[in-house]
């Protein structure tokens, strides 16, 4: 089993950037894809972005394309989303994911490892 905690999350103004941090333990970190997700209050949880455990293979959700940017240290067993151009709707809780797949996939049915998540606020 793997373990996640993340980190990262705050209040941050409309335009701002912040950067996600995930840190994990447990199984070999590197024999898996990558994900996070956010879930805002009363709705579904939602795919953000998912990254291969190469890391030469990405995915993003059409609405974070081009503002936000996954990463990954096979080293330090760390995940990172790093959030530029932040908008009130991004307001919620992150998580991060491991998935057996080989490659990045937005499917949350895919994912087996979940962190507890991070909360991001944006204001206007």
């Known amino acids: 089993q793997v373990r996640f905690v993340e980190s990262g999350g705050g209040l941050v103004q409309a335009g701002g950037s912040l950067r996600l941090s995930c840190a994990a333990s447990g199984r070999s970190f590197r024999a898996y894809t990558m994900g996070w997700f956010r879930q805002a209050p009363g709705k579904e949880r939602d795919f953000v972005a998912a990254?291969?455990?190469?890391?030469?293979?990405?995915y993003y959700a059409d609405s974070v394309e081009g503002r936000f940017t996954i990463s990954r240290d096979n080293t330090k067993s760390a995940l990172y989303l790093h959030m530029n151009s932040l908008k009130p709707e991004d307001t919620a809780v992150y998580y991060c994911?491991?998935?057996?797949?080989?490659?990045?996939?937005?499917?949350?049915?895919?994912?087996?490892?979940w962190g507890q998540g991070t909360q991001v606020t944006v204001s206007s």
């Open positions: 994911a491991a998935s057996p797949q080989t490659r990045p996939t937005s499917t949350t049915g895919a994912y087996d490892y």
């Open positions: 990254i291969s455990w190469t890391r030469d293979n990405t």
